[in-house]
């Protein structure tokens, strides 16, 4: 597995040598854009209108417009310049409880890898925050941005969890209409949830719509058509009682998918 991202561990003194690894991989299918006529594969190409040619790769850099159509130009090198030694490395700011870090902050998840030499230290550091229950809440810069992560101990390793800004969370938009919940509709809606709840195992899930997609595209490519699967009829009950109850009869004798295999 490649590494996305080399860096350290620091905390106090400490300073451990790590990698970070994308804990998911891209499974979903992929498709090209064609050309109608020919069905050949299009093709996109840089163009500067000012050269008139086409161009590489090689021969881009990375421009800040500072005003309508005027840019200042900088490189990698002069941004590696930049970065101080702590920007650099996974620098542990404080501990906290995970239970008081809200979900909506989380984006990525990466797997801590200590470099060789760096074991000890990063099981010791691991087994504290385990046996506290504790996670460490650290900055670092991921390419030009300045990023904040959670270590979370797991029994057999680190993730760093990135996490967005306050301010780059949106708030919730208001509901404008006011509802009122009656006594016996909440008690419904606990014989549901009751109902329907089970041990959760992430193995007895998996995306049905991409397989169904393989299987069409296997389908297309040895001749046959494509069929319309959806058997499913719309409901006409719109009391919202009667669903509940008809939701809960469903779920008790196993009729009501459940998003499992």
Known sequence: MAVAHKSAISVGMIYIPCGLYKTTRDISISFNQLCKDTNQRVKYKKYCGSCDKEI????LVKGYEFEKDKYVTITNEELDKIKT????TIHIIHFAKMSEIDNIYYDKNYYVVPDTGGEKAFELIRQAMLKQ???AIAKTVLGTNETLIILYPMKDGIIAKTLFYEE???????SKGKVNI??????????????????FDISAYSDEYQERLREAIEKKISGQEIVDIDTNKQSNVIDLMEALKKSV?????GDLKTGTK
Do not use: F, G, W
Request: glycine letters at 0%; a negative charge; hydrophobic letters at 30%.
């Open 85 to 88: 030694k702590k920007d650099k």
């Open 182 to 199: 009656e006594k016996a509709e909440v008690d419904m809606a606990n014989n549901l949830i009751t109902s329907m709840t089970q041990e």
């Open 249 to 253: 009869d469903m779920a008790e004798h």
């Open 168 to 174: 780059e969370i949106q708030e919730i938009p208001k």
């Open 133 to 135: 229950k504790k996670v």
């Open 56 to 59: 590489t790769t090689k021969d």
